[in-house]
């Protein structure tokens, strides 16, 4: 694959990563790569509209279409029309399903780089003009930076997310967390309370208990943060009923989410979109799984001392290669176990 493409005959790069936003934020190393390449280079980013909100204000992306898959024919039709004047030279499928090929394929690019075949499902990797080659399951954001070998970017080059908030965000963000931190002046933790898919969910009815103890061990504000779905409403409902004094952060925007994110000293989540954008933002995160493989979908290469591991087995080494998910395994987690780390990144502090 090396020595493939050429800058000049790339001035127009597309990249489909559609869904979810933590998978979003683990492709946005490669945007900075490809403008870091060439700095004239338009890249243009195709994703729904939830998580083409984390690559709103991104330096290095220069245009985002987003890709409306529930209105099949038209959706499809009106991402045609969104490329047809403007055709990618080349576009990167970051996706695994089929949904992933045929947006790459009406970006209008002779060139489609698409993951290893075994990676993909129902015939997706046939709308590649070139598949990355196999390997072993690997952490998402590696396999991701794999995509730099037919680029001719060094392996070697710096990672970097480059989240960027508008000047209006950042004084929003600022004023809200001085009224926040007016509450008791300590840490401001905050609160993931559900995933997109129950099965990584943490049991709704263990995080009053957690919240009373950051409140009581740590002197914490307790901010909850995230989306409105039912399964996160319900949870806050529950903590609330329990007289814990809780911060509701939750709504539907994810820019305001983002900067909750930010702005917190700590972020206690599940396997979920606002873990990874912790991450990128450098925020201190308690990672909790047991459904999935923290190995190959948690904190990259840092925080590790703080995530809560209840999908590898006492004695089994951690491997980022396994991909099958463990049921039952997130009730393992207890309120002590999820205290005790935090306690790590707070340092005790009250």
């Known amino acids: 694959m090396t020595g493939l493409l050429h800058p000049a005959r790339s001035r127009r790069v597309g990249i489909v990563l559609l869904t979810g936003i933590g998978d979003v934020v683990h492709g946005l190393p490669l945007a900075r790569d490809l403008k870091d390449q ?18 709103r204000n991104h330096p290095a992306v220069d245009r985002v279409v987003v890709f409306d898959k529930k209105a099949g ?10 490329f047809r004047s403007r055709p990618c030279d080349l576009t990167l499928n970051l996706m695994r399903y089929i949904k992933g090929a045929v947006a790459s394929l009406l970006t209008g690019a002779p060139v489609r780089i698409g993951l290893p075949p075994s990676k993909t499902r129902d015939g997706a990797s046939l709308f590649n003009t070139l598949s990355l080659s196999e390997g072993p399951w690997q952490h998402t954001q590696d396999l991701f930076l794999r995509f730099r070998e037919p680029l001719g970017i060094p392996t070697s080059a710096p990672v970097g997310w ?4 508008t000047p209006e965000e950042r004084t929003e963000a600022a004023a809200f967390f001085t009224r926040v931190r007016a509450v008791t002046g300590g840490p401001i933790v905050g609160l993931v309370l559900a995933t997109a898919n129950r099965h ?12 009373r103890a950051l409140i009581e061990h740590f002197g914490a504000t307790v901010l909850l943060v995230g989306g409105p779905s039912e399964r996160e409403r319900e949870a806050a409902d529950a903590i609330r009923s329990a007289g814990v004094p809780v911060v509701d952060a939750l709504g539907n925007s994810v ?13 206690i989540s599940p396997d979920t979109g606002p873990l990874h954008i ?4 450098n925020t201190p995160v308690v990672g909790l799984f047991g459904h999935t493989n923290p190995w190959r979908v948690g904190p990259w290469r840092r925080d590790h001392d703080l995530v809560v591991d209840r999908y590898t087995d006492p004695g089994e ?22 205290t005790a780390a935090a306690a790590r990144a707070l340092g005790g502090r009250r």
């Open 278 to 281: 912790a991450h990128a933002l």
């Open 200 to 211: 990584k969910d943490w049991p709704a009815a263990r995080y009053p208990a957690l919240a």
């Open 255 to 267: 820019r305001r989410m983002m900067t909750r994110v930010a702005g917190v000293d700590l972020l």
């Open 162 to 165: 480059d989240i960027t908030f």
């Open 38 to 55: 060439d700095p004239t280079r338009e890249v243009v980013w195709v994703a729904e509209a939830a998580p083409a909100e984390v690559v």
């Open 73 to 82: 024919v038209a959706g499809a039709r009106r991402l045609h029309d969104a």
């Open 317 to 338: 080494a951690p491997d980022a290669s396994r991909y099958d998910p463990r049921d039952g395994r997130m009730e393992r987690i207890t309120v002590a176990d999820v």
